[in-house]
């Protein structure tokens, strides 16, 4: 059965410092990964997909099948990457979104 | 950039009410989902829904669940009587799927959710 674990609940850092969320998935197909945050108060947003190798506010996850993990990462964590962040896997085939999400961390940058 | 729309964003029940959750998803999508996430623990599955039917629905979505979308705009999560395990944050939302044979936007859009507390 597929599988989204992302271990730490908690994740704490001081501003400038770098940040790794950790992601490690278990699906027996091609996998499709997702991060997606939700800063405070905030609606559920996509960050970045592995599919697109972007980079979005500076963030970067590289799809490593041999581990299959998928950590998000940043150089230089600032204060509004403050938020929740969930890892996702979307299950492949046609267009349909159903998505099995890790539990969440809760990313806290301090000043 | 345009938005889901969940109303409303808090609904207060008795055990065994029936209630209807509220979405407008974004107008030229047409793919629309829920998910659903109980206080502490992961955002969850519940069901698609593409060409006025359901795609694909999770164990969660049981009998007691149906959706609907009455008309052009809204889609809709109705629980015909409410069991305390219902209480939860419940999110709509919508992706463009395929367009015209190819896959127009790869990215899920959601609602603000709904916070659904059965006392």
């Known amino acids: 059965a597929q599988r989204v674990t992302q271990p730490e609940k908690l994740l704490s850092v001081f501003k400038g410092a770098p940040v790794e969320l950790k992601c490690n998935y278990s699906y027996s197909g091609s996998p499709e990964l997702f991060w997606y945050v939700q800063y405070s108060r905030q609606r559920l947003q996509l960050l970045l997909r592995h599919i697109s190798r972007e980079s979005i506010k500076g963030f970067t996850a590289d799809l490593n099948k041999g581990e299959t993990s998928f950590h998000l990462k940043k150089p230089f964590a600032q204060e509004e990457d403050s938020a929740m962040y969930y890892c996702a896997l979307r299950h492949s085939g046609g267009s349909n979104y159903k998505l099995t999400f890790g539990k969440g961390t809760l990313l806290t940058v301090n000043p | 950039e345009p938005e889901v729309t969940q109303t409303p964003s808090h609904q207060v029940t008795q055990m065994g009410q029936e209630v209807i959750l509220r979405c407008v998803p974004i107008?030229?999508?047409?793919?629309f989902y829920w998910y659903r996430q109980i206080l502490g623990q992961k955002v969850e599955f519940l069901v698609s829904f593409y060409n006025n039917e359901i795609s694909e629905k999770s164990e969660i979505f049981d009998d007691q669940f149906s959706v609907e979308r009455p008309d052009g705009s809204n889609f809709t999560l109705k629980i015909r009587s409410t069991k305390l395990e219902d209480s939860a944050m419940y999110f709509c939302?919508?992706?463009?799927?395929?367009?015209?044979?190819?896959?127009?936007?790869?990215?899920?859009?959601f609602g603000s959710g709904t916070q659904l507390s059965v006392l």
């Open positions: 939302a919508s992706s463009e799927g395929y367009f015209r044979g190819r896959l127009a936007n790869e990215k899920l859009f």
């Open positions: 107008s030229n999508h047409l793919y």
